[in-house]
């Protein structure tokens, strides 16, 4: 939210309407910090359509950038909810993380396959119509 704060209209023929405006933004992004970057909730509290929030994103790069920020910090609360989860040894927690972050480790849910460092795949299918069958490379 800082960023918004620097922005503040100080250049001549900036209107009240203007001030009014960011103002309006800076309270949207105050309670969408609150409510863990529900757009719906926020933009309800703040009586506009949730294509007012999209255009001021679209149109004002530092407002998306403080929103981007809202979104960034609320990822970072939660992924260090889960290395206290994990630390603690909670075993859903410890299973998500391994499956998301251990793969290169083994843990997969599904099989991923790779060619020696990471080179194409070649294999060889065989269907079968009818009575014949046919060969093809891949």
Known sequence: MDNL?????KKEGIT???????????????????SAHN?????????IARQTFYNWCKEDSIF????DDVQEGLLDLAESM??????EGNTAE???LLKTKGKKRGYVERQEFAGVE????IWKETKTYGDTQKESDR
Do not use: Y
């Open 16 to 34: 009240k309407a203007d001030v009014k405006r960011h103002e309006k933004k800076q309270a949207f992004l105050e309670t969408l910090e609150r």
């Open 39 to 47: 757009i719906s909730l926020a933009c309800k509290k703040h009586n």
């Open 82 to 87: 889960l290395h206290k989860k994990v630390r």
């Open 5 to 9: 704060d620097r922005e503040t209209p």
């Open 118 to 121: 990471d080179a194409p795949i």
């Open 64 to 67: 998306k950038e403080a929103c």
């Open 94 to 96: 410890l299973i998500f």
